[in-house]
């Protein structure tokens, strides 16, 4: 009789008249949309390089191929251990899935530390949002995909903390303090870096003795609290309940995937035409 059975679903999810899923399918249409974004974005900086303005920056003397391209097989590899904690999920491995999660997430951190660093240096060499169109473009560029790593991070860590959800519905409760705790925090963290990264941006003079002051004032407050909600994810990692995650939660983790597999290929492009290409 099993010879006769119809496929199985693997995912746990209805599918469509395609035979895809109706998440990987819904997810694929937002990354065809996001795609022609990104083509826009690029294709307006490739015009203006072609077209530089009088006077405009030398990319090659504010450029530092090592750092970016550090930062290129770091987030490769995030993209490694994505791949990995989707294959340990759809294999109902929990520990591991949480594992090559966690991977990630510290991988796509390094990586936003990285662009971060980048951008505090080309704003301390003179290069703005408003200094000249290079600048306009390579920010918005680079800044949205930027923008793209720091919420496939934020999903990342729901993700995690989702896969520690009780079967017993009388302590999920712990699951839901603990996500709110990490989304607050996660946003506080992100709003006073874009609003530092902002400030510095628009200030043609660089960096100055009140940028400074309010740079450490906002960088210790980020510190003290990414360091509580790392606490609190650890403590989370310890729990021995037995939890509503499983194979099922499969589909899940790989629209998850996709999403970050997405982001890391559209940087693959920025790298070769905003960096690579400059040198040759």
Same mark, same amino acid.
């Given at each position: 009789?099993?010879a ?5 679903d693997?995912?746990? +999810?209805?599918t @469509? ?26 294709? @307006?900086?490739? &015009?203006?390089?072609?077209? *530089?303005?009088?006077?405009?920056? +030398? *990319?090659?003397? &504010? ?8 930062? @290129? ?22 520990? $591991? ?15 936003l ?10 704003m ?7 200094s ?7 920010y918005?560029? @680079?800044g ?19 896969t520690?959800? *009780?079967? +017993? ?7 839901r303090?603990?996500a ?5 925090t &996660? ?5 006073m ?5 902002v ?7 660089g ?7 309010a ?5 210790l407050?980020?510190?003290? $609290?990414?360091?509580a909600s ?13 939890v ?5 939660? $499969? ?5 998850m ?13 920025i790298?070769?035409v905003?960096?690579?290409?400059e040198?040759?």
């Amino acid at each position: 009789m099993s010879a006769h059975a119809g496929p199985i679903d693997h995912h746990h +999810d209805h599918t @469509t008249s395609t035979g895809i899923p109706n998440k990987k399918l819904f997810m694929w249409a937002f990354l065809a949309s996001d795609c022609m974004f990104f083509g826009a974005l690029i294709s @307006t900086h490739v &015009i203006y390089r072609l077209h *530089p303005t009088p006077d405009g920056t +030398d *990319p090659l003397k &504010i450029f530092s191929l090592e750092l970016t391209s550090f930062s @290129t097989f770091i987030l490769l590899m995030s993209s490694l251990l994505m791949a990995l904690a989707v294959g340990a999920c759809q294999k109902g491995k929990v520990e $591991a899935t949480r594992k090559m999660i966690l991977g990630t997430i510290f991988f796509g951190l390094v990586f936003l530390g990285c662009q971060v660093y980048e951008f505090a240096h080309f704003m301390h060499l003179g290069l703005t949002l408003s200094s000249d169109m290079f600048g306009s473009t390579f920010y918005t560029l @680079t800044g949205t995909h930027g923008v793209h790593v720091a919420i496939g991070i934020l999903w990342l860590v729901f993700m995690y903390i989702r896969t520690f959800k *009780p079967a +017993d519905a009388s302590k999920a409760w712990i699951v839901r303090a603990v996500a709110q705790f990490s989304a607050f925090t &996660i946003a506080t963290v992100t709003i006073m870096i874009i609003m530092l990264a902002v400030t510095h941006a628009g200030n043609e003079q660089g960096y100055n003795i009140a940028a400074i002051g309010a740079g450490l004032q906002h960088s210790l407050i980020a510190c003290i $609290a990414f360091v509580a909600s790392c606490a609190v994810l650890v403590v989370l990692a310890r729990s021995t309940w037995a939890v509503d995650f499983g194979e099922a939660n $499969a589909i899940d983790v790989e629209g998850m995937g996709l999403y970050w597999h997405f982001v890391d290929i559209v940087w693959i492009v920025i790298f070769t035409v905003v960096y690579l290409l400059e040198y040759l």
